[in-house]
């Protein structure tokens, strides 16, 4: 991490390149010219997943097939989100510091941070750090914290929040390599039959990665199987979010979606199994046993190939 700040002080104008997914895009779209880039894919410290027994702290170079491989087993729910997000060429690649950075407001990872109150450490070249709530990070669309000089180094969660219920949901046309129409972060704590925290973060509702604040608190302390507060939340919730219409999803359907998600995610917090478009099972003991069976069957039968 020394040697990164040295050379990035002695190339000022450079850009920081990890996957380099998004960031080529300027290039081979917009013909832009980067100048210098600096590598930051094989740098020890901003490549390590670490559980020091009280918190789980990710790296911001860490790729999402890195990241996946770690949660099949400890986060399966975050492990078939991980699946659906591009394809695995780009998970290869896509980093999720760089996901982040890039303040896309349909970035798949950032709702997810949000849901478990993520703590951003950010480094400077002078060598100062200081850490960053992501509720705090994002100032506008595409605009962050981070100012000139500044490098986000790794992303730290409370592991007893990462032990909260917690669903995550995508929507897109396709189910394979696609970008979100909405995306829902969702964590619920319960205490004595009630809903003591949530989070209800959205991707593809606003310019920014989002939480629905007023409809948290229309369920925080309400008994966890009152319909009449989820009722109350969703009606909150039409109101609170304002999305656009755009090529993948009009105003209406991401309203519509978003309202949707959130009750799926409470009625499989209280025990429903819910049909599910991704095709993965819904049951914390079923999960992963339709990709295991649908994958011997399809070698079975010669391993069909795919468009």
Known sequence: MLRLLTIKADHKDATLVAGGTDLMLENTQRFRDFGVLIDV?????LTKIEDNGTQLTIGASVTYSELEQFSKTRYPHLYHLLERIASRQIRNRGTIGGNVANASPIADMPPIL??????????????????VSIHDFYQGYKQTVLT?????????MELATLA???RFYKVSKRMEDDISSVMLATRFAVTDGKISDLRLAFGGMAATPIRAKKAEAALLNSDVNDEQALSNALAILKDELTP???MRASA???SDMACNLVRKAWLELNGHSIPTFSGH???????????TSNTSQSAQQGGASHA
């Open 41 to 45: 894919s094989q740098i020890n410290e």
């Open 114 to 131: 949000l849901a478990f109150d993520a703590d951003i450490q950010i480094v400077n070249l002078d060598g100062s750090q200081r850490t």
């Open 148 to 156: 000139e000089g500044e490098v986000i180094a790794s992303f730290t």
């Open 164 to 166: 909260d219920f917690h």
């Open 244 to 246: 656009l219409s755009d």
């Open 252 to 254: 209406r359907y991401r």
């Open 281 to 291: 099972p819904v049951s914390d003991a079923s999960l992963g046993y339709e990709l």
